[in-house]
T-cell receptor, first 112, second 125 residues
Framework: EDQVTQSPEALRLQEGESSSLNCSYT??????LFWYRQDPGKGPEFLFT???AGEEKEKERLKATLTKKESFLHITAPKPEDSATYLC?????????????FGTGTSLTVIP | DAGVIQSPRHEVTEMGQEVTLRCKPI?????LFWYRQTMMRGLELLIY????????DSGMPEDRFSAKMPNASFSTLKIQPSEPRDSAVYFC???????????????????????FGQGTRLTVV
């Protein structure tokens, strides 16, 4: 069964304290792994797409990496404005179409 | 482009009433997705369309739920009759068909990330 699991469920960091969020997946026909940020009361906001193992992408204090079984979202020297829920999604081949599977997210709180 | 537009932003209705949620995808996107988000279950895919045709509705909870996409710029999700357990935030998202490659770092990639609307918060009392 296709599955996406994120850990930890919640993470509290002091401002400047770097850490990583994990997304492990078991899907067949992977077409891409996506990271989204979701603020309260808003829709998920796209951050990164990773397509193949070994790939890395960076944006400001965020860096996403991908292996054959999991992805990490590294947060370097976080600031309070990085507080949000971070969602991982995997796009898999489903017949001739696509299927998105979302994890339940990691709620990040950065304390000043 | 204004992004994916959903309406209404909030809906409060009584049990048994019909509810219709609306979505306008990003122009040119071939895929449209309806998701439901709750604290307990996170984001659940309900149904998705490709070129206005429903492809997979296996996530639709029961026959009370129906979705249509009469044209490329409009979709509806209807719940009739609504029940308190339907209370959730409903998101619409759209994406490009994966057959449209983009290029990054000298290699081609299928730009297929989904872009989400702001959601409709439904409360059924």
């Amino acid at each position: 069964e296709d599955q996406v699991t994120q850990s930890p469920e919640a993470l509290r960091l002091q401002e400047g304290e770097s850490s990583s969020l994990n997304c492990s997946y078991t899907v067949s026909g992977l077409r891409g792994l996506f990271w989204y940020r979701q603020d309260p009361g808003k829709g998920p906001e796209f951050l990164f797409t990773l397509y193949s193992a070994g790939e890395e992408k960076e944006k400001e204090r965020l860096k996403a990496t991908l292996t054959k079984k999991e992805s990490f979202l590294h947060i370097t020297a976080p600031k309070p404005e990085d507080s949000a829920t971070y969602l991982c999604a995997v796009q898999a081949r489903l017949g001739t179409g696509n299927q998105f599977y979302f994890g339940t997210g990691t709620s990040l709180t950065v304390i000043p | 482009d204004a992004g994916v537009i959903q309406s209404p932003r909030h809906e409060v209705t009584e049990m048994g009433q019909e509810v219709t949620l609306r979505c306008k995808p990003i122009s040119g996107h071939d895929y449209l997705f309806w998701y439901r988000q709750t604290m307990m279950r996170g984001l659940e895919l309900l149904i998705y369309f490709n070129n206005n045709v429903p492809i997979d509705d296996s996530g639709m909870p029961e026959d009370r739920f129906s979705a249509k996409m009469p044209n490329a710029s409009f979709s509806t999700l209807k719940i009739q009759p609504s029940e308190p357990r339907d209370s959730a935030v409903y998101f619409c998202a759209s994406s490009l068909y994966p057959g449209s490659p983009e290029y990054w770092g000298g290699a081609s990639y299928m730009k297929t990330e989904a872009f989400f609307g702001q959601g409709t918060r439904l409360t059924v009392v």
